[in-house]
């Protein structure tokens, strides 16, 4: 059965999907992560829960050069743990354009569904 990833709101400030703390573009954040769609359809694909919905929440630092120092799952309904870490290790490999602002945290939802939900 193929999965894919299903798709999540993200959105600055307090809400039910997703909050960003600090000054960053929504959309430049938005861009960048979806070039991770692949590398975490694979993550989602190798997990022992490819035949089960997922949704994992990774907060994760972007600091001032654009690096993202640290990455972790805060919320999880995932049966595997690797799929988790590897969520967050994912994340942990992206680089942002340098802000030269300060840190910003972000929490963001991604939602994993087994194809043809």
């Given at each position: ?104 945290t972000v929490m ?10």
């Amino acid at each position: 059965m193929a999965s894919e990833l299903a798709p999540s709101k993200n959105l600055i400030g307090p809400s039910r999907d997703g909050i960003v703390a600090g000054s960053l573009a929504v959309e430049p954040l938005r861009r960048r992560i979806a070039t991770l769609a692949p590398q975490l359809r694979a993550c989602y694909e190798a997990s022992t829960a490819r035949e089960r919905s997922a949704r994992v929440v990774v907060r994760f630092v972007i600091d001032s050069d654009g690096a993202v120092p640290c990455a972790e799952v805060t919320q999880s309904d995932s049966i595997d743990s690797a799929l988790d870490a590897c969520v967050a290790n994912a994340v942990a490999g992206l680089r942002f354009a340098a802000t030269g602002r300060g840190l910003v945290t972000v929490m963001y939802p991604f939602r994993f569904a087994p194809g043809g939900e």
